[in-house]
């Protein structure tokens, strides 16, 4: 990490025997800034204390010969030093006479965003928030450096106050290849970031200090006509958005909803409820907490929604240690707001981080098959005694006393007549679980009968036929996974294992994409740490319909059950305990 500060010429403007003691003080490059306020002593200011450096009292005159060495003051009060990025702000009297001087130092700080670099490539729109002094423009101006000088995009600079890039015509070297546009009144920003838009064609531009609504307004239209923001604004979380009218149009705006008489009830809430009114301006929030810990909101949207509906978010915490390395940490908050850690925080390398559950790395999807001999299984439950003799079966034993019977006394491998019933899961299902069954589309040769209930009750031919035959019907509710699994089980006279069977959770993995394994480990994870040992009922992430499907039937594995709410594309999964 680099630093640049041109302290020395901040220095230069103060009176001489100030100027002296600064000089030769043993926290010199810690200096954060000098307040020198009329009739009052000097004071300096240090990251984790302030004191006097004389005893003296500023008078007018000191504070006159302060303001001829620096630049004219704008419109905000703000003045800098021409090619530094030192900022002296004014304090006034009623009568628009300068009677206080804060002289804060400016400092060029290089790989201070290792933390979020991974989210600055991604070409998504990111708002920092944090108090005064925790390092945003800081922040700021280097990520405008890198995505011009590293990246290679076209950056433009909104700087109303000149304090990204230093006061004076020529921007400071830290920027990089960056674009600077100076604004010559505050209350202009707003007109300046379209001009910005419409004249400069930028890629990325980056904006400080948004703070008023017009400003809000324009930051919206600039997203949506597709240029990259990353702006900074105040407040320290993104709760403190959302109560703000001015800026709550960053996240999404707030609006209150009348809902219906059975959607209340439903949702179990009253009739009017505040919602997001839009997309968020910013894709990304980043609450910089301290120096060197912030805590980062990758969907602002889903954050917002979970704070609208009384949850607490669960953002990533990325952390620098004292080594320089960066870690992160993930956390589920289930609905009461009480977090759960989903997973150890460990090293963190942003440009191979990969999002989603799966980074845990305890759910991967199943391999395709590359030999049909089975393999040996544990024998931690009856399930795996019962398939390790049924493969002494198939190994080609001609004892008949080795054979195994099936429920009626059938030899095995089970015959199965599927009626109703998905063949495709079936087949899966028996070879996943590696199951003693085999299907047939004969009715004449089945041992058996695996048939949807709501089919068996309208077809009395069927009912007919298997009772001449004497081939038993084994109804299950619906052609699920879970289902079929119980009534394979139930057919080979298998009890359910006390404890969740791997491979059974690996069915649900058979040819998922990503997006449907992630959201399959999203809801493993709610139940296992939260729905079932606690007790509570948990809301999981927005899917489509056929991901919420198939979290339904993982769901309906463990015995629970689950509902679908809320409106497309922000219909999801509830998950109730038993």
């Given at each position: 990490?680099?630093?640049?500060e041109d302290l020395q010429?901040?220095l230069?403007?103060l009176?001489?025997?100030l100027?002296?003691i600064l000089?030769k003080?043993?926290?010199?490059d810690?200096?954060?800034?000098v307040?020198?306020d ?6 300096a200011?240090?990251p984790h204390?302030a004191e006097?450096l004389?005893e003296?009292?500023?008078t ?10 620096v630049?004219?003051f ?5 003045a800098g030093?021409?090619?530094t990025?030192h ?7 009623r009568t628009?006479?300068?009677i206080g001087?804060?002289?804060r130092?400016g ?5 201070t965003i290792?933390?979020i670099?991974?989210l600055v490539e991604?070409g ?7 108090r ?5 423009t800081?922040a700021l101006?280097e990520i405008a450096?890198?995505?011009?000088d590293?990246?290679n995009?076209?950056?433009v ?7 990204i890039?230093?006061d004076?015509?020529?921007p400071?070297?830290?920027i990089g290849?960056?674009r600077?546009m100076q604004?010559a009144?505050?209350e202009l ?7 910005a838009v419409?004249?400069h064609?930028p890629?990325?531009i980056v904006?400080?200090?948004i703070?008023?609504e017009?400003?809000a ?11 990259q ?6 407040g320290n979380?993104?709760?403190n ?5 001015t800026l709550?149009d960053l996240?999404g ?5 009348t809902?219906?008489?059975?959607e209340a009830?439903r949702?179990?809430?009253?009739k009017?409820?505040l919602e997001r ?8 929030a980043?609450?910089?907490?301290e120096r060197?810990?912030?805590?980062v909101?990758?969907?602002v949207?889903?954050?917002v929604d ?14 620098v ?5 960066v870690k992160?940490?993930?956390?589920l908050?289930p ?7 989903l997973?150890k925080e460990?090293?963190?390398?942003p440009?191979?981080?990969s ?9 991967q999807?199943?391999?395709?098959p ?5 393999t040996?299984l544990?024998?931690?439950n009856e399930?795996?005694?019962?398939l390790?003799?049924?493969f002494n ?11 195994l019977?099936?429920?009626?006394g ?7 007549y599927?009626?109703?019933v998905?063949r495709?899961?079936l087949?899966?299902v028996?070879?996943v ?5 085999v299907l047939?589309k004969?009715i ?6 695996l ?5 068996v009750?309208n077809h009395?031919?069927l009912?007919?036929?298997a009772?001449?035959?004497q081939?038993?019907i ?7 996974i879970?289902?079929?699994t119980?009534?394979?089980r139930?057919?080979?006279n ?16 058979h ?17 296992e ?15 489509s319909?056929q991901?919420?499907?198939m979290q339904?039937e993982l ?6 059950k ?6 497309e594309?922000n219909?999801?999964l509830?998950?109730?305990p038993?």
């Amino acid at each position: 990490m680099t630093i640049t500060e041109d302290l020395q010429k901040l220095l230069d403007i103060l009176p001489q025997d100030l100027r002296q003691i600064l000089e030769k003080h043993p926290q010199r490059d810690s200096l954060v800034e000098v307040v020198l306020d009329l009739g009052r002593r000097p004071e300096a200011r240090f990251p984790h204390q302030a004191e006097y450096l004389s005893e003296i009292a500023i008078t007018q005159n000191v504070i006159d010969d302060c303001i001829q060495r620096v630049g004219s003051f704008g419109g905000d009060n703000r003045a800098g030093i021409e090619q530094t990025l030192h900022r002296i702000s004014a304090i006034r009297n009623r009568t628009g006479k300068i009677i206080g001087l804060t002289c804060r130092v400016g400092r060029a700080v290089f790989g201070t965003i290792g933390m979020i670099r991974d989210l600055v490539e991604t070409g998504k729109s990111i708002l920092m928030l944090g108090r005064p002094g925790v390092g945003k423009t800081t922040a700021l101006r280097e990520i405008a450096r890198v995505l011009a000088d590293e990246l290679n995009k076209r950056v433009v600079i909104i700087d109303t106050s000149n304090e990204i890039a230093g006061d004076g015509d020529v921007p400071h070297p830290a920027i990089g290849k960056a674009r600077r546009m100076q604004v010559a009144h505050p209350e202009l920003q707003h007109q300046v970031m379209i001009e910005a838009v419409e004249n400069h064609m930028p890629e990325v531009i980056v904006i400080d200090e948004i703070g008023t609504e017009l400003e809000a307004l324009a930051a919206r239209t600039i997203a949506e006509r597709g240029v990259q923001l990353v702006g900074t604004a105040h407040g320290n979380q993104i709760e403190n958005l959302i109560k703000n009218p001015t800026l709550s149009d960053l996240v999404g705006g707030i609006q209150a909803v009348t809902l219906g008489d059975d959607e209340a009830r439903r949702r179990g809430s009253q009739k009017t409820v505040l919602e997001r009114k839009a997309p968020p301006t910013f894709e990304i929030a980043v609450e910089m907490l301290e120096r060197q810990r912030w805590v980062v909101h990758e969907s602002v949207a889903d954050t917002v929604d979970s704070l609208l509906r009384g949850h607490q978010p669960s953002p990533q915490v990325r952390t620098v240690d004292e080594e320089g390395q960066v870690k992160i940490k993930r956390q589920l908050t289930p609905l009461n707001g009480r977090s759960q850690t989903l997973a150890k925080e460990e090293s963190f390398v942003p440009a191979r981080q990969s999002n989603g559950w799966r980074s845990s790395g305890q759910m991967q999807a199943l391999p395709p098959p590359v030999t049909t001999q089975p393999t040996k299984l544990s024998r931690h439950n009856e399930f795996d005694r019962l398939l390790d003799e049924s493969f002494n079966y198939f190994g080609g034993f001609d004892d008949a006393d080795s054979k195994l019977a099936g429920p009626n006394g059938e030899d095995l491998p089970l015959h199965i007549y599927p009626y109703g019933v998905s063949r495709s899961q079936l087949e899966q299902v028996v070879e996943v679980l590696n199951l003693p069954v085999v299907l047939t589309k004969d009715i004449d040769s089945a041992d058996a009968i695996l048939a949807l209930r709501s089919h068996v009750k309208n077809h009395a031919k069927l009912r007919q036929m298997a009772k001449a035959r004497q081939v038993p019907i084994h109804m299950i509710k619906s052609s699920t996974i879970p289902q079929i699994t119980r009534g394979l089980r139930r057919l080979l006279n298998i009890d359910d294992p006390e404890v969740t069977d791997d491979r059974e959770l690996q069915l649900f993995l058979h040819s998922a994409t990503d997006d449907e394994i992630d959201a399959l480990e999203e809801a493993r994870l709610a139940v296992e740490n939260i729905v079932i040992p606690k007790g509570q009922p948990v809301e999981l992430l927005p899917r489509s319909a056929q991901v919420r499907k198939m979290q339904h039937e993982l769901v309906e594995h463990y015995r629970l059950k689950s509902n679908s709410f809320g409106e497309e594309p922000n219909r999801r999964l509830r998950i109730y305990p038993a």
